[in-house]
């Protein structure tokens, strides 16, 4: 899920790769709040199309405005909750529920109100804010996974270009340092606020 356009792709399109190339056919439903009936949704359905290759990828796009999601509280809570109704995921990607912008952190604070009992790992959005933290999950990225999110980040989003963190070097970096952390050369970061063990079996 994620607040706009690109956030999905941005925090966690490494991952989608990763695993739509491991499990062909894998099902991906994506929710995203702003940017319907614009060229944000256009481009919104061509870079998912290319994040999750192969997969069955279910994708809506509302019209709630830009920079308003808490005021749009029900609306926002009642596509999450017929997106509950409508899936059984095995894993939930959407935003932090401490990152700084309030679209992203209202969104990531509706996703346990509809899916109790699920795994949620809070992507991270890199912005002038300055909010990335402690990630407690990563996942780790082949070069080439990471090489090829960076470039289906620049082709699929045209809009988003012209914004001054909007480049090659703050996505490689950004995977560089978490890549550091987990061991690896390149990674995505998560955080996880609750986790269910089973550790019996």
């Given at each position: 899920m994620g607040a706009h356009c690109d956030d999905i792709a941005i925090g966690a399109g490494g991952t989608l790769l990763t695993m739509c190339l491991a499990r062909p056919g894998i099902r991906v439903d994506a929710l995203v709040l702003s940017g319907g009936g614009s060229e944000r949704e256009q481009e919104e359905q061509a870079a998912l199309a290319a994040f999750c290759p192969g997969a069955d990828l279910r994708l809506t796009v509302l019209k709630l405005p830009d920079g308003r999601m808490?005021?749009?509280?029900?609306?926002?809570?009642a596509a999450v909750e017929e997106l509950r109704?409508?899936?059984e995921p095995d894993l939930i990607?959407?935003?932090r529920t401490d990152d700084a912008h309030q679209d992203h952190r209202g969104l990531a604070k509706l996703i346990p109100t509809a899916f109790r009992d699920h795994l949620v790992l809070g992507y991270e959005i890199v912005k002038w804010d300055g909010d990335l933290g402690r990630p407690a999950?990563?996942?780790?990225?082949s070069p080439?996974?990471?090489?090829?999110?960076?470039?289906l980040l620049q082709e699929?989003?045209?809009?988003?270009r012209h914004r001054p963190w909007y480049d090659r070097e703050a996505f490689l970096g950004l995977a560089r340092i978490r890549g550091i952390e987990c061991?690896?050369?390149?990674?995505?970061?998560?955080?996880?606020?609750k986790l269910t063990l089973d550790l019996g079996d």
């Open positions: 808490p005021v749009h509280w029900d609306e926002a809570k109704g409508q899936t990607l959407a935003p999950a990563y996942q780790p990225l080439e996974i990471a090489e090829q999110k960076v470039r699929h989003y045209p809009s988003q061991h690896a050369r390149y990674a995505e970061a998560f955080a996880a606020t």
